[in-house]
Structure formats: structure tokens, C-alpha cells
């Protein structure tokens, strides 16, 4: 039988298990909290699973070089030997529960839940269950048989509701979130290609991760984000090349390229020509001094 600590104090309850079983999934520990303004952990690492659920205010999520912008309703899993940092806002601060498991078939669960090293933020309308499940493990405070065995299926109640919530979610709005962050993504490279953006750029913007964001413009539009950006550029400078007089290191940096020469190699790379050329093949005057 596991032992187990309690500490509870105006703002803080937790529930942390001594002795750890190997199980298919067991819990290490679990807890709530009212947060201080601009209260923060980390950077740290953590050797087990560890989900967050935000019950209100709001606060920033840092993990695999992203950051997230969550609130009430949502929450982030932290995995096991990744370094993550977060933050509780300045002016609305969160409070959230969290619950730290592990197991053979943890990894399994959570992805079951599409939640992994990809996808590390979901969503609940009704959290009530599963705030219900964790604030019902901290009651269960005292070492018994009774109480490890309730706080054991408590557990797979929790597992089992964040499953169904994540997979009913992706199967009723999965269409029209993935449409939706598509749309932002593409509106912000149109309103921002002219600044040196970059593809997690994008991704934070709208509020996931890189390898996600570059899963959805591959699907859709069989193409990266990166390869979407670089095309949307090279299209705009065509268009100054075509009909206007603009030197190409002014258009180089009208479309987001700092470095003219850099602007060049990749114009040439996706047209096959360079932009002085270009420009002559449409029968345009160029500039006197061009030299690109």
C-alpha cells in the first residue's frame, strides 16, 4: 500500500503518493491552487506526466521553444524530462488543479487523448468532472486500502473523461478548428510578411506548435508554412518587379528580406531567375544602377 502526504493551506491543496507503484498508470500526485499574480515555476523538468486544468483567470505555458496563451477552460501537459516554464498573468491570475501521473501505458492514454510532445494544450467547455475527480482525491487524504483503491479508479475516471471530451471535440469541431487555424495562420503571413517573421511566429500567434501548424498547411494545401510564406513573398515581389521602378533591395525589404542578396538566391531559387532578369523578361525599365 502507498503512504501519502497532505498539505493544505489557504491557497494550496496536495496530495503527493510516497512509494510509487508500477502500474499502468498510477498517480504521483495531484493538487489546486489559487495563484499570485506573475507567480511562476521553472524552468524545471519533470520525470512524470503532469496535466494542468485552468479554472479561471489565465496565464503563459513555455515548452519546446512555443508559448501559449491559456485560460479558463484549458489546460497544457507537461511530458516527462522536457524543461517548461509557466507563468500565472499579471493583471488575471489563474487557478488551476494539476494531477502528476505515470505508467507503462501512460504515454499510451494521453495519446488516446491526442495529447503528446506535439500537442501539449486541450480544451474543456465543462470541466466539472474532472475538477470534481482531483478535488475528490484530495479528500482522500489518509493511507487505506479503501482510499487507494478510490483515488486509483479516480484516476482512470479522469483518463477516461479527458479521452472522450478530447475525442468527441476533434470529431464534432475538428473540421472547422483546422479550418479556422488555417485561416488565421494565412491572414497573419498576408498582414505580417513584410517584417521578418518566423513559422513559430505564426504558430503562437494562434496557439499551437510548430510540427502541428505544419501538419495542417501540408494537408491542406500540400505545402509547408515556411513554403507558403516564401511563396506568398516571392508572388509580391514579382508584382513591384512587374509594375513599378523600385530598386530590388527596396523590394527585397518591402516583402520581409532584410538581406538583398539573400532575397535574390531565393527569388532565383523559386522562379528560376534572378529579379533582374525577371524584371527585364517582363519589358519594364530598370534601374540604372541595378546590379542584383
Not at 531565393?266 to 544602377?289: A, E, G, M
Request: charged residues 20%.
Amino acid at each position: 500500500m502507498s503512504s501519502y502526504k497532505y498539505v493544505e493551506t489557504e491557497t494550496v491543496k496536495y496530495l503527493e503518493a510516497s512509494n510509487k507503484q508500477n502500474l499502468d498508470l498510477f498517480l504521483c500526485y495531484c493538487g489546486s491552487e489559487a495563484c499570485l499574480p506573475g507567480q511562476g515555476f521553472g524552468p524545471a523538468v519533470r520525470f512524470q506526466y503532469l496535466l494542468h486544468f485552468i479554472l479561471d483567470g489565465e496565464g503563459t505555458y513555455e515548452a519546446n521553444g512555443n508559448v501559449y496563451h491559456l485560460k479558463k477552460n484549458q489546460g497544457f501537459l507537461i511530458t516527462p524530462d522536457t524543461v517548461t516554464y509557466y507563468e500565472a498573468d499579471k493583471q488575471n491570475p489563474w487557478h488551476y488543479i494539476w494531477i502528476g501521473f505515470n505508467g507503462v501505458k501512460a504515454a499510451t492514454y494521453l495519446e488516446q487523448a491526442n495529447l503528446n510532445e506535439d500537442q501539449l494544450v486541450f480544451q474543456f467547455e465543462d470541466g466539472s468532472d474532472i475538477q470534481d475527480y482531483v478535488f475528490k482525491m484530495l479528500e482522500l487524504n489518509s493511507s487505506s486500502i479503501s482510499n487507494e483503491l478510490e483515488r486509483q479508479g479516480l484516476l482512470y475516471l479522469f483518463m477516461s473523461k479527458l479521452t472522450s471530451q478530447q475525442n468527441n471535440q476533434q470529431s464534432h469541431t475538428g473540421y472547422k478548428a483546422t479550418e479556422s487555424y488555417l485561416e488565421k495562420a494565412i491572414a497573419f503571413i498576408q498582414n505580417n510578411y513584410t517584417n521578418t517573421i518566423k513559422i513559430t511566429d505564426v504558430a503562437n500567434y494562434i496557439g499551437v506548435n510548430r510540427s502541428y501548424l505544419t501538419h495542417l498547411f501540408k494537408q491542406k494545401l500540400d505545402m509547408s508554412p515556411q513554403e507558403f510564406l516564401v511563396s506568398y513573398r516571392i508572388d509580391k515581389a514579382c508584382h513591384l518587379l512587374q509594375y513599378t521602378n523600385l530598386a530590388i533591395s527596396d523590394i527585397s525589404r518591402s516583402v520581409g528580406y532584410s538581406d538583398p542578396l539573400a532575397f535574390s538566391r531565393i527569388f532565383k531559387k523559386v522562379k528560376s531567375v534572378s529579379p533582374k532578369h525577371f524584371r527585364q523578361t517582363q519589358h519594364l525599365n530598370t534601374h540604372p544602377h541595378e546590379t542584383l
